[in-house]
């Protein structure tokens, strides 16, 4: 629901207290221009619509309603159809291009595990960013939408960046030690040796999106934390889940023969 006034819009939050005893879910107050604000709520019954802009003209006598609009289940069904499609083609992309970057490194380990490992690590990341929105929308009535679709993508980018940095390091390491140096050996020093730039690399960007989410103001709050979330497991999956399963596929190997 868009609200204009005669005046100066109100702060968000005024507009929120006015509407406390409406009991609505999901409440988010946006100003726009035009001396107006944008009221989204999880409902769409008449009475419910009616009651709030009731109340806001008891408060706001000089307010009107400029427009009514409603976003029911088909457009959300078709919003996580194109989401899935396009979160399942970029990780189809990106293990497909490190399985031809590396594939001058196909020993010990066959070139196409460093995209399945980045693979499962980005999995991860974004499990982990879902779940933490789930549960912030059980109890904090917070909702997804295009832009944390935007910050899941995101999240795929970054954490693949990182996990390249010591994939990359392990294939230079691979193809300097010839086999003189043991595999899990060569994938332990090169964590090691990358370490300290993956972290730093890291907080720069965390330090930067806790800046967005606390001075960034209420619209891109929800995108900056799905990124926090996800920027912080990246940089935990990069050093302990992908070079940890280039080990496990490795010794797997050895078992089998």
């Known amino acids: 629901m868009e609200i204009q006034f005669a005046n100066a819009a109100p702060a968000p939050q005024e507009v929120t207290d006015a509407l406390q005893g409406q009991n609505l879910s999901g409440l988010i107050v946006q100003p726009t221009g035009n001396n107006s604000v944008i009221i989204r709520y999880a409902s769409e019954e008449d009475a419910v619509n009616q009651g709030v802009l009731k109340a806001l003209t008891e408060k706001y006598p000089d307010s009107k309603q400029l427009s009514l609009d409603f976003t029911n289940s088909s457009v959300s069904g078709e919003l996580k159809s194109k989401s899935l499609w396009a979160i399942f083609f970029a990780v189809v992309g990106i293990m497909a291009y490190i399985a031809w970057a590396f594939r001058k490194v196909s020993r010990p380990v066959q ?147």
Not at 129 to 147: M, N, Q, R, Y
Not at 232 to 250: D, E, P
Request: no cysteine; proline share 1%.
């Open 111 to 257: 070139s196409w595990k460093y995209g399945a490992g980045a693979v499962i690590a980005l999995i991860h990341d974004i499990l982990i960013t879902v779940g933490v929105f789930s549960v912030l929308g059980h109890f904090k009535g917070i909702e997804v939408g295009i832009p944390f679709i935007a910050a899941l993508l995101t999240i795929l980018g970054f954490s693949v960046h990182d996990t390249i940095v010591v994939y990359d390091r392990t294939r230079e390491n691979l193809m300097r030690s010839g086999s003189k140096e043991q595999f899990p050996d060569i994938v332990n020093r090169s964590l090691n040796e990358t370490l300290v730039r993956s972290i730093n690399t890291s907080l720069t960007v965390i330090l930067t999106l806790l800046a967005i989410y606390i001075f960034g103001g209420e619209s891109i709050q929800d995108f900056s934390l799905a990124l926090l979330v996800g920027v912080s497991f990246g940089t935990y999956s990069s050093i302990f889940v992908a070079s940890a399963l280039l080990v496990t596929s490795y010794k797997l190997q050895l078992s089998n023969k």
